[in-house]
């Protein structure tokens, strides 16, 4: 075979294996960033609760004037964006996270009934019993809310680090 032949061959080559390795990390890249987006609408959708019913947080909503279904209000007020944000951020986690994320919302938004279904029933939130109950029932939601959120980190991961 001519020697330029084998060149242009080679090139050839060195350029297919140059485009499918650009069009991997580009892909990957592409990935990233919805993951990353979805993150962001995660932990977006449940800060303005937090900001509401956390009394860290200085919104001037103090123990004393924070009845119980004041609580439940808002987590039913907010809980359509809640859902949307976990329905689209499910879809980036890794099978073995699946489970406890599953677990984690479940605990947050789920109740089971005497009967043995299972509902979606913020008003465990509420019990119409003492202000410590109320503030244990705001306390639980803050650490669900919380637990979720743990499982809601960006990837800055460079495309050539392995998983």
Known sequence: MPDNLVN??????????????????????????????AVIEFQLS?????????????????????????LVKILEEDFPRHVLAYQKYRQFLPKE???????AWSEYCHHKSDDGKIY???????NPATYADHLSERNDAI?????????????????????
């Open 8 to 37: 242009g061959l080679f090139a050839l080559l060195g350029a297919a294996i140059a485009g499918l390795v650009g069009y991997a990390s580009a892909i990957g890249a592409a990935v990233r960033k919805e993951k990353n987006q």
């Open 46 to 70: 449940f800060q303005p609760t937090l900001a509401k019913i956390d009394p860290h947080l200085g919104l001037g909503i103090n123990d004393y004037s924070f009845p119980g279904d004041t």
């Open 120 to 126: 979606v029933h913020l008003r465990k939130y509420f």
């Open 143 to 163: 650490r669900n809310i919380t637990i979720l959120l743990s499982f809601a980190e960006l990837n800055h991961k460079s495309p050539f680090e392995p998983e």
């Open 97 to 103: 996270k699946k489970l406890a994320f599953d677990l």
